[in-house]
């Protein structure tokens, strides 16, 4: 996993650990201060600003495992490579936090979250085997 990616998941379970019964209603309001609060910036200020919003987090993490669902599709042996490096417990970030911000995102935007995306997203969660307790 790189870095950014470590960030990026440890951010999002450390806001949704705040509050998990507020959690899109906090990152609307995060979104919005961050927007608000980008809009004032240039150039690399403005990278380096946005490439740690919570909003970035929830894109990147949740592209990331949008391209690990195309691999499952393959089925057979990538599917059983995504399940080797990927259990439950690390892909239990999309079902309580990944899939609640993008309905929250297509909530604040005043589009529809794409049912497709978010269906494809759970069914890769609900595939993966149980981890191993022993």
């Known amino acids: 996993m790189s870095t950014e990616m470590y960030v990026a998941i440890s951010h999002l379970w450390a806001f949704y650990a705040v509050d998990p019964s507020t959690l899109a209603e906090r990152y609307k309001q995060q979104r919005a201060a ?3 609060a980008a809009g004032k910036l240039q150039g690399e200020a403005y990278s380096g600003f946005v490439k740690n919003t919570i909003d970035h987090h929830r894109r990147r993490v949740g592209q990331f495992y949008g391209l690990l669902k195309a691999i499952h599709d393959e089925g ?5 490579w995504v399940y080797m490096y990927w259990r439950r417990r690390e892909l239990e970030i999309l079902p309580k936090i990944i899939i609640p911000l993008e309905e929250a995102l297509a909530d604040s935007i005043g589009t529809p979250a794409s049912k497709l995306a978010n269906q494809r997203l759970t069914e890769l969660y609900d595939d993966s085997p149980a981890d191993d307790l022993n």
Not at 76 to 80: C, D
Request: hydrophobic share 10%.
């Open 34 to 36: 961050d927007l608000e």
């Open 76 to 80: 057979g042996y990538q599917r059983r």
